[in-house]
């Protein structure tokens, strides 16, 4: 039972355009969603956060989105460089449920020069 | 270098034999989780420790496997009677606090079983 989905296993853009990574999830307790980005032979590295009280939070050329009724959270990177070209996760966390990070499957971003 | 530590970062063992991964919480964090990715796969949650204490291991398979966190040195996570399908990359990541979501990663553990 896979609680949190990332649909999409890759995506390709091109260089200084927008992508977009989405996430879905089921459990309705997650209260807590991150992103993170993962280089071959190197653990996770965290990106962006949102809670669920808010629907949009911003980093520089960051912007996690998160649509509570669809189950839905976006990561969108604008510009996009070549050095964003890795994995990134999205993960959910619920409060009832300690600190245990879900993870989805990933998506695999290459961004073309 | 203040992030989170792993090691070794590549281990090899032979089936039945027992693996140790050791992790070290960055400075200030007292919560130190395992993760588990298989190939082509998300990281699935393991264990959840504070110093000396097991709060929650509900993804930690039942047999072969146990943790510590110790009130000196690091975390470890054992694996006895390794077999094949433990063959895995384990990732430590390590929180300030238990009200703080985020989780910061070492670079994790390869561990192959022939």
């Known amino acids: 039972d896979q609680q949190v989905k990332q649909n999409s296993p890759s995506l390709s853009v091109q260089e200084g355009r927008i992508s977009i990574l989405n996430c879905d999830y089921t459990n309705s307790m997650f209260d807590y969603f991150l992103w993170y980005k993962k280089y071959p032979a190197e653990g996770p590295t965290f990106l962006i956060s949102?809670?669920?009280?808010?629907d949009k939070n911003e980093d520089g050329r960051f912007t996690v989105f998160l649509n509570k009724s669809a189950k839905h959270l976006s990561l969108h990177i604008v510009p996009s460089q070549p050095g964003d070209s890795a994995v990134y996760f999205c993960?959910?966390?619920?409060?009832?449920?300690?600190?245990?990070?879900?993870f989805g499957g990933g998506t695999r971003l290459m961004v073309k020069p | 270098n203040a992030g989170v530590m792993q090691n070794p970062r590549h281990l090899v063992r032979r089936r039945g034999q027992e693996a140790r991964l050791r992790c070290s919480p960055m400075k200030g964090h007292s919560h130190v989780y395992w993760y588990r990715q298989l190939p082509e796969e998300g990281l699935k949650f393991m264990v959840y420790?504070?110093?000396?204490?097991?709060?929650?291991e509900s993804g930690m398979p039942k047999e072969r496997f146990s943790a510590e966190f110790p009130k000196e040195g690091p975390s470890i996570l054992r694996i006895q009677q390794v077999v094949r399908g433990d063959s895995a990359a384990y990732f430590c990541?390590?929180?300030?606090?238990?009200?703080?979501?985020?989780?910061?990663f070492g670079p994790g553990t390869r561990l192959t079983v022939t």
């Open positions: 993960a959910a966390s619920a409060n009832n449920a300690g600190n245990m990070l879900t």
């Open positions: 949102i809670s669920s009280i808010k």
């Open positions: 420790l504070q110093k000396e204490n097991i709060i929650d």
């Open positions: 990541a390590s929180s300030r606090n238990s009200v703080s979501y985020e989780q910061y």
